[in-house]
Structures are given as structure tokens and as C-alpha cells.
């Protein structure tokens, strides 16, 4: 299994950004997918999830900004960022959810986005 974040950077606040998960070594459309950020000296803050099924979730701090999005025919998860606040700065990481369970195994290694004027 392989996950491989893209598409962090540096932007002003209200900007956007559009992250990037390329899955591999696995059959992508069968799982559940997540966002997960770390901000700097904090712990891992739950962004988003996108279910197998389509169904999309998401963290009350980022709900009707974000939006998840997958192509299962490129087995690649997406995060299109929008009105981005300096709070948003983090290491964003793609993680694939467990089967029949809570939790997440396997992760990326993660894409710095950083909002600051």
C-alpha cells in the first residue's frame, strides 16, 4: 500500500489549494478514505472522510470550505481547500480507513500547506 500527498504550498489567507492522494497497491475504490492535518506542536486534527459509497464528512472547522472528491479510475483522493485561514496551516496526510472499524492503517507521508500573508 502506498499513499503520496501533492499540491501543499504556501498561500495567502482566502486563497485555495487542492490536494492530492495517489493510492497504490491496493483496489482503492473499495475503502474508505481521510484527510488528516498536524498542525505544528499540536496533535492530528480528523479533516475530512470520503466513504467508499460517495458519502463525504467533515471537521465542523472546515465544513463549507473544504470539499473531498475521488476518482476511482485514477485511484486518486482529493481535497480542493478553499477560503484557507492562517489556522489552516498544517502537514496534511491521505489515510486509508480500516475495515469494520474505527481508525485509519496505513498513511502518507504528508503535504506542508501554510497560509500566511
Known amino acids: 500500500v502506498q499513499l503520496v500527498e501533492s499540491g501543499g504550498g504556501m498561500v495567502q489567507p482566502g486563497g485555495s489549494l487542492r490536494l492530492s492522494c495517489a493510492a497504490s497497491?491496493?483496489?482503492?475504490?473499495?475503502?474508505?478514505m481521510s484527510w488528516v492535518r498536524q498542525a505544528p506542536g499540536k496533535g492530528p486534527e480528523w479533516v475530512s472522510a470520503?466513504?467508499?459509497?460517495?458519502?463525504?464528512y467533515y471537521a465542523d472547522s472546515v465544513k463549507g470550505r473544504f470539499t473531498s472528491s475521488r476518482d476511482n479510475t485514477k485511484n486518486t483522493l482529493y481535497l480542493q481547500m478553499d477560503v484557507l485561514k492562517p489556522e489552516d496551516t498544517a502537514l496534511y496526510y491521505c489515510?486509508?480507513?480500516?475495515?469494520?472499524?474505527?481508525?485509519?492503517?496505513?498513511w502518507g507521508k504528508g503535504t506542508l500547506v501554510t497560509v500566511s500573508s
Open positions: 489515510a486509508r480507513d480500516l475495515v469494520a472499524a474505527d481508525g485509519l492503517d496505513y
Open positions: 497497491g491496493f483496489t482503492f475504490s473499495n475503502y474508505d
Open positions: 470520503h466513504n467508499a459509497g460517495g458519502g463525504t
